[in-house]
């Protein structure tokens, strides 16, 4: 039984079968194709003795077809039943599903992706893969070409039962994603039933230590970040490269600017921005040299040589960015282990993320910049005169830049690039205190952004004896008067936005 919606190597794979004495049966298009091939096949309406009626939507439901799938022809009555039933029991099943995911994800009206649910594909999968030990169930072209090497031998236990299982997980990972679309047609934020399935990709060498198992998986829908990134050169990524590389890529993405960030243990030591990617290298590199080392790198543009030749001049584990050019290319090569992720922005859009914790996963929609618009021109000048054009493009940048840092998170800024960065801290104090030893004398003239209120003007009081012009940071704390006096009183400029960036 042949019935697929992906046609690649249907011919291929016909042939073969003819040619080792299969008898094919097939519906639709696809028996179609297989006989402009001038290769012979039975149509399923001539084993059912029953047309195709529905628009295609009933044709293998039928028990001539289901029996002879089912049978388990180890036993006796099985056998019989089909002997007088006059029903032939099947050896192979190729089935693959309707495009429904690809449908969705053309914009098709919602009666258009109704109909790309498959219902006859599915319970044809299911029972081949039921009756494993008597039928061989194939799902993907992929598992053609093993398929037809082996044909003429025996298919031992293990090869059917391995069949089976990617049988199996092809109608999981289908039913689930057509379940996840019908819950979003109810609420696009928390539906209240979420499923989803991946597949391994690759086997890590480790996992964030050398005695913990790793392995990376991938989702058919996810979206095509990191997990998807196309390695041009250098070592097999290992697991920590992977969260590093993830949280680099978001980190430089948030900008609309050309964008350098470095990222060590999924906190930046390194961002800036600038006209060109040479420029904002160096300038990243210069807001903490020591911990760039062996850092993994991101950015927002194609790579290129100017950017490349500094780069090379680092060790770095990994550089992560929408392309390279050939220049780029070559410099980058010399570095043998220099891991090369090719790899697209985050998608625009109200998306969601997860996160795993014991017993449950937890949901919500992604801190998007590009949705939530805390812009200059909708904070709230609360101490001091407006800034000059030159620092509220460093308060503009230094408020996105201190999203990627772990809470709590103070980030110093001057000539829009990171000089200080106080990040992962259980107190904000810690976090102003590390930020400006960091930056040391960078720190005086520089602005400050803080990922969330200051509860007490403390944090603020050791900025200000650092030397900072002006601050930026969310509001709403019940002592946020206390922190406005403080700054009139040192005569910065300070600025509310309403809004927090924590990152946990």
């Known amino acids: 039984m042949i019935s697929v919606s992906d046609k690649t190597g249907l011919i291929e794979l016909a042939q073969a079968l003819v040619d080792n004495g299969f008898e094919i049966v097939s519906t639709g298009s696809t028996a179609s194709e297989i006989s402009n091939a001038n290769l012979p096949v039975t149509l399923v309406s001539d084993v059912t003795k029953f047309p195709e009626i529905l628009d295609g939507r009933v ?16 036993k006796s009555e099985h056998v019989e039943t089909l002997k007088d039933a006059e029903i032939a029991s099947f050896d ?8 429904f995911s690809e449908t969705v994800s053309a914009g098709a009206t919602f009666e258009d ?12 999968i299911r029972a081949a893969a039921k009756n494993f030990k008597n039928v061989v169930v194939l799902v993907s072209p992929k598992q053609y070409p093993d398929f037809m090497a082996a044909i003429g031998t025996t298919f031992n236990f293990e090869v059917r039962q391995r069949f ?21 047609q109810e609420s696009n934020d ?3 039933w979420v499923g989803a399935t991946y597949n391994k990709k690759q086997t890590l060498r480790y996992g964030e230590n050398p005695h913990q198992k790793a392995a990376l998986y991938v989702g058919e829908t996810s979206e095509p970040g990191v997990a998807k990134a196309k390695v041009i050169g250098g070592k097999e990524m290992s697991y920590n490269n992977f969260v590093d590389a993830d949280c680099a890529r978001r980190a430089a993405f948030d900008h609309p600017e050309p964008c350098i960030a470095i990222i060590k243990h999924a906190n930046p030591c390194g961002i800036a921005i600038s006209d060109d990617l040479a420029t904002a290298f160096g300038k990243a590199l210069k807001t903490d040299e020591v911990s760039a080392f062996g850092g993994v790198v991101a950015s927002n543009r194609f790579i290129d040589a100017a950017a490349a030749k ?27 282990n220099l891991r090369l992720l090719q790899v697209a922005g985050p998608h625009p859009g109200h998306r969601v993320e997860w996160r795993t914790i014991s017993g449950g996963v937890l949901m919500q929609t992604v801190d998007n910049v590009s949705v939530y618009h805390d812009e200059p021109e909708n904070w709230e000048l609360v101490a001091g005169k407006p800034v000059s054009a030159a620092e509220l493009a460093d308060l503009e940048f230094a408020f996105r830049a201190v999203r990627a840092p772990k809470s709590n998170a103070i980030l110093l800024a001057k000539d829009t690039a990171a000089v200080g960065i106080g990040m992962g ?16 004398d960078r720190a005086k003239g520089s602005v400050c952004a803080s990922d969330a209120f200051f509860p007490f003007p403390d944090a603020l009081e050791v900025l200000l004896k650092a030397g900072i012009t002006a601050v930026v940071h969310p509001g709403g704390s019940k002592n946020d008067q206390a922190a406005i006096d403080l700054a009139k009183q040192a005569g910065i400029s300070m600025y509310l936005t309403g809004m927090r960036h924590f990152s946990h």
């Open 164 to 184: 089976a299982a990617e049988a199996f997980a092809h109608t999981a990972t289908y039913d689930s994603i057509v379940a996840r679309w019908f819950a979003r």
């Open 113 to 124: 992706c109704i109909e790309q649910i498959d219902i006859g594909g599915p319970t044809l």
């Open 190 to 192: 928390a539906p209240n």
């Open 59 to 74: 044709k293998t439901l039928h028990p001539a077809i289901h029996a002879g799938v089912l049978a388990d022809l180890s």
């Open 425 to 440: 801290q259980v107190n904000r104090v810690d976090a102003a205190r590390l930020a400006t030893w960091r930056a040391g």
């Open 310 to 336: 500094l780069m090379s001049e680092i060790f770095f584990e990994v550089i992560v960015a929408p392309g390279f050019d050939e220049a780029a290319l070559e410099i980058l090569s010399t570095k043998e």
């Open 92 to 99: 192979l099943v190729v089935v693959n599903l309707y495009p």
